[in-house]
Nanobody
Framework: QVQLVESGGGLVQPGGSLRVSCAAS????????MGWYRQAPGKERELVAS???????IYADSVKGRFTISRDNAKNTVYLQMSRLKPEDTAVYYC??????????????WGQGTLVTVSS
């Protein structure tokens, strides 16, 4: 069994910075892509950023130049560094990973979500 645990959400003022983390644990052989999604109230969940096992990244246009995704393969962890935050970045942020397990299965797993609120 594999689970993802997120941390680092909270309240931040507009223009501020925040880093969220997501760590995977369990019967993991390797992790393929890692990504961050967000869902604001009344809106659909959307991709914020993703990173492949080789380090290639993709960003939503709305966060390009402000957010940076990174990963630490030794720790099975993905990070999202958010800078110059705006009120419209307020959302629940979810991580997602593609995991190869010891049981030779490939699973796409979601974290539980962490709330980021940008407000003065």
């Amino acid at each position: 069994q594999v689970q993802l645990v997120e941390s680092g959400g909270g309240l931040v003022q507009p223009g501020g910075s925040l880093r969220v983390s997501c760590a995977a644990s369990g019967s993991i052989v390797s992790i393929n892509a890692m990504g961050w999604y967000r869902q604001a109230p009344g809106k659909e969940r959307e991709l914020v950023a993703s990173i492949t096992s080789g380090g290639s990244t993709i960003y939503a246009d709305s966060v390009k130049g402000r957010f940076t995704i990174s990963r630490d393969n030794a720790k099975n962890t993905v990070y999202l560094q958010m800078s110059r935050l705006k009120p419209e970045d307020t959302a629940v942020y979810y991580c997602k990973m593609g995991v190869y397990t010891l049981a030779l299965r490939y699973l796409e797993i979601w974290g539980q979500g962490t709330l980021v609120t940008v407000s003065s």
